[in-house]
């Protein structure tokens, strides 16, 4: 992002297993945001455009195309890469703020961890796929293994969600490993208790960091003006 840090937009992912409430988090989030006068795009990954939403149906809609593993990365970063240059780059740019409902911890965790491709291969495609564009916020939900289960018996599995026992506990392993390693922009949070909760918990991380970019944007205004990105990002 070359333009200035104070006016361009901030870009917030909710990650986490599934069962971990993001999208109406992402939503809840929106809200509070819009509230406050800024202006946010919400999109979810893979999706968010056209090609994008054409390739989830692919790799979570359908049973009888077999998807081989690497292909399955592939297709997960290819979607990333459009939404990217397409949507999130250009929103960014003009000072609108992005939630996106998962992003690339994602893809580490699935594809690699539970996937079983190298992380590093992973980590190579999702630099490429990013294209410099790093999140501000990266809130990844926590909850048990059992949660996950309990949340979604009542709704039909889609493809990734069809894997089975083992996957499933790689993914949670994956996230759990991962979440612990990272530090700033990731943060932990749980993802138990009511949905009011858990909005609370993640309200409190997002307000610092609306206040930060408020309090630039005065400095900008006035005669003090600085630069205040200094998340170190580790994808
Ligand atoms: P999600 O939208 O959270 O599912 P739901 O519609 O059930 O809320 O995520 C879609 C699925 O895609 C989820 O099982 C995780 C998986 N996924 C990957 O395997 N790799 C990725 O890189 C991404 C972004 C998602």
Same mark, same amino acid.
């Given at each position: 992002?070359?333009?200035?840090e104070?006016?361009?937009?901030?870009?917030?992912?909710?990650?986490?297993?599934?069962?971990?409430?993001?999208?109406?988090?992402?939503?809840?989030?929106?809200?509070?945001?819009?509230?406050?006068?800024?202006?946010?795009?919400?999109?979810?990954?893979?999706?968010?455009?056209?090609?994008?939403?054409?390739?989830?149906?692919?790799?979570?809609?359908?049973?009888?195309?077999?998807?081989?593993?690497?292909?399955?990365?592939?297709?997960?970063?290819?979607?990333?890469?459009?939404?990217?240059?397409?949507?999130? &780059?250009?929103?960014? @740019?003009?000072?609108?703020? =992005?939630?996106?409902?998962?992003?690339?911890?994602? !893809?580490? /965790?699935?594809?690699?961890?539970?996937?079983?491709?190298?992380?590093?291969?992973?980590?190579?495609?999702?630099?490429?796929?990013?294209?410099?564009?790093?999140?501000d916020?990266?809130?990844?939900?926590?909850?048990?293994?059992?949660?996950?289960?309990?949340?979604?018996?009542?709704?039909?599995?889609?493809?990734?969600?069809?894997?089975?026992?083992?996957?499933?506990?790689?993914?949670?392993?994956?996230?759990?490993?991962?979440?612990?390693?990272?530090?700033s922009p990731?943060?932990?949070?749980?993802?138990? &208790?009511?949905?009011? @909760?858990?909005?609370?918990? =993640?309200?409190?991380?997002?307000?610092?960091?609306? !206040?930060a /970019?408020?309090?630039s944007?005065?400095?900008?205004?006035?005669?003090?003006?600085f630069t205040l990105r200094a998340c170190k990002i580790?994808?």
């Amino acid at each position: 992002m070359k333009k200035n840090e104070a006016t361009r937009g901030r870009f917030i992912v909710l990650d986490g297993p599934d069962g971990a409430g993001k999208s109406t988090q992402v939503k809840l989030l929106a809200a509070e945001l819009e509230k406050r006068g800024v202006t946010v795009k919400s999109l979810r990954e893979p999706g968010g455009t056209a090609l994008g939403e054409a390739i989830r149906a692919l790799l979570l809609n359908q049973t009888t195309i077999h998807i081989d593993a690497l292909a399955e990365a592939f297709l997960f970063q290819a979607a990333r890469a459009h939404l990217i240059r397409e949507v999130v &780059g250009p929103a960014l @740019e003009r000072g609108e703020w =992005i939630i996106c409902d998962r992003f690339t911890l994602s !893809t580490l /965790v699935y594809q690699g961890y539970a996937g079983g491709i190298k992380k590093k291969i992973i980590k190579q495609l999702s630099s490429a796929a990013i294209d410099g564009v790093k999140p501000d916020a990266y809130i990844v939900l926590t909850l048990p293994a059992k949660t996950s289960v309990d949340r979604r018996a009542n709704r039909s599995a889609d493809r990734m969600e069809s894997k089975g026992e083992t996957y499933l506990k790689n993914v949670f392993n994956g996230f759990a490993t991962e979440s612990k390693k990272r530090g700033s922009p990731y943060k932990k949070v749980d993802g138990q &208790g009511t949905v009011e @909760e858990v909005q609370k918990r =993640i309200w409190s991380h997002i307000e610092r960091v609306l !206040t930060a /970019v408020q309090s630039s944007k005065f400095k900008v205004n006035g005669t003090i003006g600085f630069t205040l990105r200094a998340c170190k990002i580790i994808n």
